[in-house]
């Protein structure tokens, strides 16, 4: 069926208002008052450690959207209540209760010096991990998601989570990519510190969303450094990039092929990305590449890329923009599905398949891809 112009600029809108409707009423949005630090039974309850780098501006007891020229280093530790289903986020309502919410149990700011000491310390692996939030984010969102999904992936060490100042408002969408762009000396920084230590092998970049734009700016910005060092130590993995597809390709011909092929998780039903190409002109998105297309695959072998279509994942927020959340969990089932042996592709386009155990969850799959180099 064929339309007219105005006619799918109509649709385009329509789309935008119901995405919009089911985004306001699935969102209680959490207050800062779930970072206050809450009594926790250790027996009763998993508790996690979660490190965190803002150039928010503090305000009050959390962050706001404004942007600060210092960062600001706090720990966490998360308690995962027993009855945590994967991959859901079990928000405070009322009083907080750490037998059936996830809660802060222990906060503690730091400097500069304290952080690096901390966050310097890999994994049994040699790695670190860092997960860069999306747009439409709050700081207090960013930590909770990286805990849920530390928590479900069975994850050891201490996850980093960088929070970049997002307006944390559906209306912020440009604000946003400004805010990412502005975000980008911070987070070199914050790389280059944590790929300088002797013992960490590898540094995860795990960005969501916009987030994924603002991790593709940060390896052009290491590639004009001549950081060579520092990106042979990287294992990259986008998760819904929200990057033009012309942008995404011209970030590629300037970074080249990593020692680690970068991994995409991308879908073909992704509203959020449909909502943001509408906002930018129709232009594509990088997150919603489509594996069956044969300039996808001949790019992919191109730029080294290993880009998955996760359309199969249910998504929890009804637009299918946070699938990667599921894929934590998988991590173990994937595992067993390949007799033990989670069998991750080389550079290709491919399809998740979870009896074909392509893939691991994304804070575990480092090991996977790099174990063997």
Known sequence: MQYSVLTRRWISVAIIAIVSAQLVACANRPSAS???PVAVNPASSRQLTVLTATNRSRDGG?????RNADPAFETFTVAIPPSHRPPKIEWPVGRPDASTDMVVSE???????????????????GAVGIFVHGYNYTFQE????????????????KPVLFSWPSQGSL???????????????????LVKSMAAKRDVKRVILFGHSIGGFLIMETLRQLKLEG????????????????????????????VGRMRTPITLFVSKDDKALKISSFISGEKPRAGSLNVDSPSVRDAALRY????????????????????????????????????????????????????????SSPFRLAGAVVGGR
């Open 304 to 359: 080294g890329l290993r880009i998955i279509d996760i359309s199969s994942v249910k998504a929890a927020d009804g637009v299918g923009h946070d699938r990667y959340a599921n894929l934590a969990q998988l991590g173990p089932q994937l595992a067993q599905a390949g007799g033990g042996a989670v069998s991750v592709p080389e550079a290709g386009a491919f399809v998740f398949d979870v009896a074909a155990s392509v893939i």
């Open 62 to 66: 959390g962050y706001s959207s404004r």
């Open 34 to 36: 779930v970072l206050d």
């Open 142 to 157: 960013g930590l909770y998601r990286l805990a849920q999904v530390a928590a479900d992936s069975k994850t050891d060490g």
């Open 171 to 189: 209306a912020g969408y440009l604000a946003d990519r400004d805010a990412a762009l502005a975000s980008r000396d911070t987070l070199v920084w």
């Open 107 to 125: 906060r503690r700011s730091l400097d500069q010096k304290q952080f690096l000491a901390l966050a310097d310390a890999p994994n049994k692996d």
């Open 227 to 254: 950081r060579g060092d520092v990106l042979d130590k990287l294992v990259v993995v986008l998760a819904a990039p929200d990057i033009d597809d012309d942008l995404f390709r011209s970030q590629l011909e300037v």
